[in-house]
């Protein structure tokens, strides 16, 4: 069970998980990450807590399976689920073919709808070992948290710096940008959640989350732009907002954060979001 311990004076929580520290991880020496058996890849669904989601063809925890949602071994609370993004171990959204990224999205609804009534549903992406990630294999997680903990979450920014848009979504880098390429996502109509996603807008979110990806990939890869990152690996977050009003906010993870943000809470930004914006968008 996770522990919810609150600080008075500020409002905030701290979760206490002692699961997590047992999680498997594809760090450490060449020779022993190549022993070690990737619990997401086709064939090794048994190395996995049965699975409760899928799209595609095939009988429960058996191969056959296009997008596959098991719960997590090492959950952070008490409802926390894993989203397997495809059968294929080294490549995520920004490479996958589009109608592959429109299953995950899918995947990420259903699951949003399954639990929005269960407390705070949160769902959230860490790609690359620098983001968080334990596991290689791309995949995102769900989490839900109480109803009465207190989020430390942003609202949604005001549009600005627009990089890109289709029909119903806008890709803009916010003037409140924390982090260099600093991209939200957002939807034109307002005062829904994402669980209110209708099924013919989520062609149209597949392809912006997409885009704006492929984008940071670019972003990274560019000669000129090397002294941003400085030769960090290439890793982003991203999350969709439990509340409404929801947006995607993704976070590429070109630098460190060190002792002045955390003793401070301020994030220093090297790069203004108006410039990242028209790179961005010329990529």
């Known amino acids: 069970m996770a522990k919810y311990v609150p600080d008075i004076n500020t409002q905030r929580w701290v979760i206490i998980s002692q699961a997590r520290k047992d999680r498997p991880a594809d760090e450490g020496p060449p020779d022993t990450a190549q ?4 619990p997401f890849c086709v064939g090794n669904e048994s190395t996995t807590p049965p699975e409760v989601y899928r799209i595609g063809g095939g009988e429960k925890d058996k191969p056959g399976w296009l997008v596959r949602v ?25 490479e996958l073919p589009i109608d592959q990224v429109t ?38 997680q769900l989490v839900v948290v109480p109803k009465q ?15 890109d848009e289709n029909t119903h979504f806008i890709i803009y ?33 597949s392809h912006v989350l997409q885009t704006a990806l492929k984008k940071i990939a670019a972003a990274y890869r560019s000669e000129s732009l ?12 991203y999350y969709i907002s439990h509340g409404t009003n929801w947006f995607i906010r993704i976070i590429p993870r070109f630098i460190h954060r060190a002792g002045f ?15 990242a914006a028209e790179i961005l968008k010329n990529l």
Not at 35 to 38: A, P, S, T, Y
Not at 118 to 138: K, T
Not at 149 to 163: G, K, Q, W
């Open 35 to 38: 022993k070690r058996v990737c």
């Open 70 to 94: 098991v719960p997590n071994k090492f959950p952070i609370t008490d409802v926390h689920e894993v989203i397997i993004h495809s059968p294929d171990h080294g490549h995520d959204i920004e």
């Open 103 to 140: 299953r995950i999205v899918t995947a990420y609804r259903e699951r949003y709808r399954i639990h929005g009534t269960d407390g705070q549903v949160l769902i959230f992406c860490n790609h690359g070992m620098h983001a968080g990630a334990s596991l290689n294999h791309p995949h995102s």
């Open 149 to 163: 903990i207190n989020l430390d979450a942003l609202s949604r920014e005001p549009i600005a710096n627009i990089v």
């Open 173 to 205: 880098c916010p003037e409140f940008s924390q982090w260099p390429f600093e991209v939200w996502i957002v939807p034109k109509e307002k005062e829904q959640k994402f669980g209110d996603v209708k099924d013919d807008v989520l062609a149209d979110l």
């Open 226 to 237: 090397a002294y941003i990152h400085k030769g960090i690996s290439f890793g982003y977050n």
């Open 261 to 275: 943000e955390l003793g401070t809470g301020l994030n220093v930004n090297i790069l203004d979001p108006t410039e």
